[in-house]
């Protein structure tokens, strides 16, 4: 089952809610706007470029490469500047008004991601690499995952960042194309890192790749940590980051493990982030007695600080008749009834359906289960993106 906005009138029930989205899915309101359609990629203009000096690379032991501080590409994901630490995901401002655990994952970097383009033939990274919790794969917690655009504007892995438990400096990929490309880099979904260096050969270009178009706002998404990443496989494997290639849209991901809980500054710093729609998708990290206390006055919130900006309200994918479920969609029928405009609902059958398991452990979704929760997502998205 995927998802798609259901009209005031309909949202009487739980039961009449999914009655109509059923029926809008068969008869076309889903199907119809569920494309994600990437742009043909246009030739690289090299000469609008603005290559890395080689003078600002370095060496590295037992490399051949040459070294830069990817610090010096633009970053994605970061939403705000005023941070701990470079890599860090929330303000030192949320201290005090999140608990100490969401302070801690915020220095995990998912959803961070360089994209640049380089003609060199090898591509390598160094970083802090790091261990693993004992259901997720080290490549998704603490590695990197790489991928280059193809002519026809789509997204395709390319290569894998394997970490050791400690620094870790290597090639991650050979034999590449010798004209310029545009690749996309992941950083680690449950790791912090202090620097993360990208290698090229002596002499290739390495350059950030050309901006993204005029007008096009990123995707942001709040939640738990299933947002997150866990327990993807692979940094790139989450369903934000899937759904930010499908639909070439960078992506914000302020998903933080345990710690979900649409706090009220969390709502005054969304509104900072000019976007072009914000996922709220805390349910999992929720009871329905904070869903009832906390939902309702955050949306108020976010909406007089983005009037217009569409806000979804995600079920939990865990259970459909949990009770966090029920108490949100009351919360979308009230403000549906008040008028507040441009809200959305997204139901959590379906998200993570299908035959066999889509989970690690029960609750945290394997790459199958973040592959089908981006379907579920994919006509919500496209529905949102055209409205805004």
């Known amino acids: ?45 090299v000469a609008s470029l603005q290559p890395l000096n080689a003078a600002e690379s370095v060496e590295l032991p037992d490399s051949s490469l040459a070294w830069f501080d990817a610090r010096l590409l633009p970053i994605e994901g970061r939403a705000f500047d005023d941070t701990a630490t470079y890599y860090e995901r929330l303000p030192v401002r949320a201290v005090g008004n ?13 959803g961070f991601a360089y994209r640049f383009v380089t003609d060199s033939p090898e591509i390598g990274a ?26 026809n504007g789509e997204w395709e892995f390319c290569a894998v960042g394997r970490p050791n438990t400690e620094r870790t400096t290597k090639t991650l990929a050979k034999n590449l194309a010798t004209e310029p490309t545009e690749y996309l880099l992941y950083l680690p979904l449950y790791q912090t890192v202090s620097q993360l260096q990208i290698g090229v050969q002596p002499g290739s270009l ?16 709040l939640g738990t940590s299933i947002t997150q990443g866990g327990c993807a496989s692979r940094a790139g494997m989450s369903h934000p980051a899937i759904l930010g290639r499908w639909f070439d849209r960078e992506v914000y991901n302020l998903g933080f493990s345990g710690s979900g809980r649409m706090e009220p500054i969390m709502a005054e710093l969304l509104g900072e982030i000019d976007a072009s729609a914000y996922f709220l998708e805390c349910l999992p990290n929720m009871d329905a007695e904070m869903v009832a206390e906390r939902i309702e006055p ?19 994918p865990l259970e459909g008749d949990r009770a966090d479920n029920i108490e949100l969609l ?25 035959p066999e398991n889509a989970t690690v452990d029960g609750v945290h979704p394997t790459d199958l289960g973040f592959y089908r929760m981006a379907v579920a997502y994919k006509p919500m998205v496209a529905k949102v993106l055209a409205a805004n």
């Open 298 to 316: 955050f949306v108020h919130r976010l909406r007089e600080l983005r009037p217009t900006t569409p806000i979804v309200l995600v079920e939990s």
């Open 1 to 45: 089952m995927t998802a798609t906005t259901i009209t005031p009138g309909f949202l009487q029930t739980r039961t009449g809610a999914l009655a109509s989205f059923i029926a809008l899915a068969l008869f076309g309101g889903v199907l119809g706007c569920a494309k994600a359609t990437p742009r043909t990629a246009p030739p690289i203009d």
């Open 98 to 110: 999140v608990s100490d655990t969401a302070l801690w994952v915020s220095k995990h970097t998912s």
């Open 206 to 221: 390495l350059a950030a790749a050309p901006p993204r178009p005029a007008g096009e706002k990123p995707l942001v998404f």
């Open 330 to 354: 009351k919360i979308y029928n009230n403000l549906i009834r008040d008028k507040v405009p441009n809200i959305y609902w997204l139901p959590g059958a379906g998200q993570l359906d299908g």
């Open 126 to 151: 160094s970083w802090d690499g790091g261990g693993a919790m004992n259901h997720m794969a080290a490549t998704g917690n603490s590695g990197l995952d790489l991928y280059k655009r193809l002519p």
